[in-house]
Antibody, heavy 120, light 113 residues
């Protein structure tokens, strides 16, 4: 059974850093791209970043480019999102999501999310 | 970026009645080489992550009830619920995956009238 579990969320001051993690089970992580998608309180969905199955290709939303870094460790079955220079507008629930097929950007399994609050 | 616009924002529907949600993309998301529309629909219930319902505009994900159907092509799409059930109360999002970044509509809240 496919599972994705996020962790690492919390309250952080503007300008500081936070690292959230997604641990997966029930499938071979090395065969799939993993994405982060966020949802600000009461708002819609915003795609944040992807790391391809090969771990080489990584793409980011313009709103986080240069501040966020996605990485993966297939041996640990985790995908991390390092978030630096955090802003109030980064406050959101952060979901990790598996893509249905390589490079498809269709999200077939999602975690429950981890809450990140950026506030002084 | 491709902008996805859904209508309406809120949709009250009586139990057993049909619900229809529209989604329009700012440019075509039909890829001519394979004749596929790069559009997905998701359902999100309160406190839960989104759930994939439909992809390629009209292909139902495994396990999704057949009262859910998707239609449309090019830049205009519709998600239909043929007979609304109480468990269908949720926010529905369309998403294009034609180009990076993938983008979502603002969401349509379906509720019981």
């Amino acid at each position: 059974q496919v599972h994705l579990v996020e962790s690492g969320g919390g309250v952080v001051q503007p300008g500081r850093s936070l690292r959230v993690s997604c641990e997966v089970s029930g499938f071979n992580l090395s065969s799939y791209g993993l994405h982060w998608v966020r949802q600000a309180p009461g708002k819609g969905l915003e795609w944040v970043a992807v790391i391809w199955f090969d771990g080489i290709k990584r793409y980011y939303a313009d709103s986080v480019k240069g501040r966020f870094t996605i990485s993966r460790d297939n041996s640990k079955k985790t995908v991390d999102l390092q978030m630096d220079s955090l802003r109030a507008e980064d406050t959101a629930v952060y979901f990790c999501a598996r893509e249905w097929d390589r490079g498809s950007y269709i999200f077939d399994y999602w975690g429950q999310g981890t809450v990140v609050t950026v506030s002084s | 970026d491709i902008v996805m616009t859904q209508s309406p924002d809120s949709l009250p529907v009586s139990l057993g009645e049909r619900a229809a949600i529209n989604c329009k993309s700012s440019q075509t998301i039909l890829y001519n080489s394979n004749n596929k529309n790069y559009l997905a629909w998701y359902q999100q219930k309160p406190g839960q992550p989104p759930k994939l319902l439909i992809y390629w505009a009209s292909t139902r994900e495994s396990g999704v009830p057949d009262r859910f159907s998707g239609s449309g092509s090019g830049s205009d799409f519709t998600l239909s619920i043929s007979s609304l059930q109480a468990e269908d109360v949720a926010v529905y999002y369309c998403q294009q995956y034609y180009s990076i970044p993938p983008t979502f509509g603002q969401g349509t809240k379906v509720e019981i009238k």
